[in-house]
C-alpha cells in the first residue's frame, strides 16, 4: 500500500477513535516522509483534528496548503461544525464561495443548513436552500429533513409545514423533527394530529419521537395529554421513560404552576433523578416564585454536585425577589470560590444577511449612539401605550431609576432597536436568544409590534414568540 495511503487511513482511525496524540504523531511522520503536501494527506489531517477538538491545528494545516479541493472545505467547515463554531463555518463557506473555484457539495450544504438552524439565521438558510436547488439534483430525506429543521426552527413554520406535506417519503426523523418544530412554536395539538397520521402510516413510535410529543404537550399547555401520552408510551407501545421522558412531564407541571404535583412525580420516579430533572424544577419554581420548593430543589442539585452556575444564579435571583440579601450575598461568594462563570445572555438579529449580537448593556457595536438613541424614541412612544417598566425583573439592591436604566438595555431590545434602524417598514424582525425571554421584554416586545407594525419572532432557549398587533403566540404561557 502507498505511503501516503497508509497515512490517510490512519487518520481516519484516529479521527474515529478521537486519538489526537497518536493523530499527531502520523502527522509528524508524514511530514518527515515529505507528504506534508499530499492534499488527500492533508484533507485527513483536517479532518483528523476536526475530530480530535484541535480546531487550531485543523485550521493550521488548511491554511498552509498550496492547493485545497472541495473536500478541504469540506473537512474545515465540519471541524467547525462539530465544536458548535456556527458563525465560522458560514465564513468559511462565504469565503469558498468568494474564490469561485468549487462548486459545494451536499455535505457542506447540509453543515450550513445546521448552522442557520441555530443561528436563527433565515436568509442565510434560503440562500442554502436556494444553493441546494441549482447544484442538488434530487434531495434524500436527511435533506428534505435538515430542510424542515431550518425554517421551523427560525420562525417560519408554515414554510416547514409545506416541505413536510411534501416529502414522497418521511422516517422517523422527518416526523420527530416537524413535531419538535410544532412544539417549539406552542401547537401542541398540531403535533399531536402529526403524530397520530405518523402512526396510521404504519411506523412505530421510539423514544426520541415521544420526547417531542411529551415536549409539545408541555409547551402547549395540555396537561391531561401529556399524560396520556406518556402512559400510552408505556402500555401501548412498550417503551420505558427515560430521564428525559421524567423531565417532560416535570417541565410539563412546572409550566402549568404544579410544583406540588412535580415534587411528588420526581420523588415517586423509579429512577434516580439527574440534575436536568432538579433544574426543570427549580426554573418553574423560580417563574411562579415558590422559593420554598425551590430551595428543595436547588439542595438536590447541591448533593448532585452540579457545576452549573445558572442554577446558583436562579436561586440568587429568587432570593433577590424575596429581599433576602445576605442569602443573596452568600450564593455569589459561592459562585466566586468555585470560580464558575455564567455565560452572559446575548441576542442574535440578523440584518442584510449578516447575523449581529447583543449583550446586555452592550456598548461594543459600532452603531451603539444610534441604538440607544433608537431606544430613547421607543421609551418615549411606548409611555403613550401605558408600558411601565418591570423593575421587580432586576434583581438588584439599587433605587428604581438605576433599575429601568438597566431594563432599557436588555439584550433583545438592542436587537430590536437594530433592526428598526436598518429594516424597511412593516418588515418582520428575527431574533434568536440564548436565554428565557423576562416578563419585561415580553410586554416591552408586544407593545413595540403595535407602534411600529412589525411582526417580531423570537426564538428564547425554550421556543418560539410570535409576536404581531400587541399580542404573542404563546399567550403568556412559556
Known amino acids: 500500500m502507498p505511503v501516503q495511503f497508509s497515512n490517510k487511513l490512519m487518520n481516519r482511525a484516529c479521527a474515529r477513535l478521537q486519538a489526537q496524540e497518536e493523530g499527531m504523531q502520523i502527522h509528524g511522520h508524514a511530514f518527515k516522509l515529505g507528504f506534508e503536501n499530499d492534499l488527500y494527506v492533508q484533507n ?52 469558498m464561495c468568494s474564490e469561485g473555484c468549487w462548486r459545494p457539495e451536499e455535505s457542506i450544504l447540509v453543515t450550513l443548513l445546521t448552522a442557520c438552524t441555530h443561528l436563527g439565521a433565515l436568509d442565510l438558510g434560503k440562500c442554502t436552500h436556494g444553493s441546494l436547488l441549482r447544484n442538488i439534483s434530487e434531495h434524500n430525506v436527511i435533506v428534505q429533513t435538515s430542510l424542515i429543521d431550518m425554517y421551523v426552527k427560525c420562525g417560519c413554520l408554515q414554510k416547514g409545514l409545506s416541505l413536510f406535506r411534501k416529502m414522497a417519503k418521511k422516517n422517523h426523523m422527518s416526523y420527530t423533527v416537524m413535531i419538535s418544530g410544532l412544539a417549539m412554536h406552542g401547537h401542541g395539538e398540531e403535533a399531536l394530529r402529526i403524530c397520530s397520521e405518523m402512526l396510521e402510516e404504519g411506523l412505530e413510535p421510539d423514544d426520541v419521537l415521544y420526547v417531542s410529543v411529551l415536549s409539545a404537550c408541555s409547551h402547549g399547555g395540555l396537561v391531561d395529554e401529556g399524560f396520556r401520552c406518556f402512559d400510552r408510551m408505556k402500555s401501548e407501545h412498550g ?87 445576605d442569602e443573596v450575598a452568600k450564593i455569589r461568594v459561592e ?52 408600558y ?41 424582525i428575527r431574533i434568536a436568544r440564548n436565554l428565557r425571554m423576562c416578563n419585561d421584554c415580553h410586554t416591552y ?34
Not at 417541565?251 to 429512577?271: H, N, R, T, V, W
Not at 418591570?390 to 428604581?400: A, C, K, P
Request: glycine content about 6%.
Open 44 to 95: 485527513s489531517l483536517i479532518n483528523m483534528y476536526g475530530k480530535c477538538g484541535e480546531i487550531q491545528h485543523a485550521c493550521a494545516v488548511f491554511e498552509q496548503m498550496n492547493e485545497k479541493s472541495v473536500a478541504s472545505w469540506s473537512a474545515v467547515i465540519a471541524a467547525h461544525s462539530s465544536l458548535g463554531m456556527w458563525y465560522e463555518c458560514l465564513m468559511i463557506f462565504g469565503k
Open 239 to 325: 417503551i420505558q421513560p427515560t430521564v428525559q421522558h421524567y423531565c417532560c412531564m416535570v417541565d410539563l407541571m412546572g409550566k402549568a404552576g404544579m410544583l406540588d404535583e412535580a415534587l411528588e412525580f420526581i420523588q415517586s420516579m423509579p429512577i434516580n433523578p439527574n440534575d436536568v430533572v432538579w433544574r426543570s424544577l427549580l426554573s418553574a419554581c423560580r417563574v411562579h416564585c415558590n422559593l420554598e420548593i425551590g430551595e428543595i430543589a436547588a439542595n438536590h442539585l447541591s448533593q448532585l454536585y452540579s457545576q452549573n452556575p445558572g442554577d446558583y444564579v436562579m436561586l440568587s435571583n429568587m432570593y433577590a425577589q424575596a429581599q433576602r440579601w
Open 335 to 386: 459562585i466566586a470560590r468555585k470560580g464558575l462563570n455564567q455565560v452572559p445572555g446575548f441576542s442574535l438579529v440578523e440584518v442584510g444577511r449578516r447575523i449581529h449580537k447583543f449583550v446586555s448593556q452592550d456598548t461594543s457595536h459600532p452603531q451603539c449612539e444610534s441604538i440607544y438613541e433608537m431606544i430613547h424614541q421607543m421609551e418615549w412612544q411606548l409611555k403613550f401605550e401605558g
Open 388 to 428: 411601565a417598566p418591570y423593575t421587580s425583573q432586576v434583581l438588584l439592591d439599587v433605587d428604581e431609576e438605576e433599575k429601568r436604566e438597566r431594563l432599557k438595555g436588555h439584550s433583545q431590545k438592542l436587537a430590536i432597536a437594530y433592526a428598526l434602524i436598518h429594516t424597511s417598514h412593516g418588515s418582520p
Open 445 to 478: 416586545t408586544k407593545l413595540i409590534s403595535i407602534i411600529y407594525e412589525r411582526e417580531i419572532t423570537v426564538r428564547d432557549r425554550n421556543r418560539f414568540h410570535h409576536f404581531k398587533d400587541g399580542t404573542c403566540s404563546c399567550r403568556d404561557y412559556w
